[in-house]
């Protein structure tokens, strides 16, 4: 079965510029997360994404965004890069099933982002 | 606001000399908590999941233990290959929002 892929896996961009990245969950999951990753935060959710609707959101500006097609792939983008936007950016996926308890979330590679 | 705080940050040892990590939580309302083993340049790669105070799980030379305030990862005889970053995560808000540790940078010499 084929994992989470996330494209592209390394981008380069100045700041002001825009970037959209790509992500394709695990065949039947539903639920796609998105986290950013560094060396000074660690990892830092961004937001969730089940049914095409954001259901839960980060503490992340309003330059950071997403959405969800009807085939569960995901994109996020980023508008108006900063220096600070460098990262390395996970998308997860899981089934997102009812219930008391938290369906295990799958992580692609990661998306490495550098702003110049 | 939910935390979790892992510990050590580094940890180097000795081929076959086993040691535990720990990672201690406080959420309201533990519905579940994860391991993670990341290697360099790449993403999270699954480990254990565990649900309530008292469960193991197990995995060739780690084992998951859980208690109401901590988990711990313990490495049993390792081998250079478990050299990664282990982190632990919980749900926040009853969702699907994790809550990452900062890691323990495990190494392991031959």
């Known amino acids: 079965k084929a994992g989470v892929t996330q494209t592209p896996r390394y981008l380069i961009k100045t700041r002001g510029q825009q970037v959209t990245l790509s992500c394709s969950p695990i065949?039947?999951?539903?639920?796609v997360s998105w986290y950013q990753q560094t060396p000074g935060q660690g990892l830092q959710f961004l937001f969730e994404?089940?049914?095409?609707?954001?259901?839960n959101k980060g503490n992340f500006p309003g330059r950071f965004s997403g959405r969800q097609f009807s085939n569960s792939r995901s994109e996020m983008n980023v508008s108006t890069l900063e220096l600070g936007d460098s990262a390395l950016y996970l998308c997860?996926?899981?089934?997102?099933?009812?219930?008391?308890?938290?369906?295990?979330?799958?992580f692609g590679p990661g998306t490495r982002l550098t702003v110049l | 606001e939910d935390q979790v705080t892992q510990s050590p940050e580094a940890l180097r040892l000795q081929e076959g000399e086993s040691s535990s990590l720990n990672c201690s939580y406080t959420v309201s309302g533990l519905r579940g908590l994860f391991w993670y083993r990341q290697d360099p340049g790449k993403g999270p790669e699954f480990l254990f999941t565990?649900?309530?105070a008292g469960e193991e799980k197990e995995k060739e030379r780690l084992k998951a233990t859980l208690t109401k305030k901590e988990s711990f990862l313990h490495i049993t005889a390792p081998k250079p290959e478990d050299s990664a970053t282990y982190l632990c995560a919980v749900p926040s808000q009853g969702a699907q929002k994790l809550v990452f540790g900062q890691g323990t940078r495990l190494t392991i010499n031959p």
């Open positions: 994404y089940f049914s095409e609707t954001q259901r």
């Open positions: 997860a996926s899981s089934w997102r099933t009812s219930g008391t308890s938290t369906d295990t979330q799958y």
């Open positions: 565990l649900y309530s």
């Open positions: 065949s039947g999951h539903r639920s």
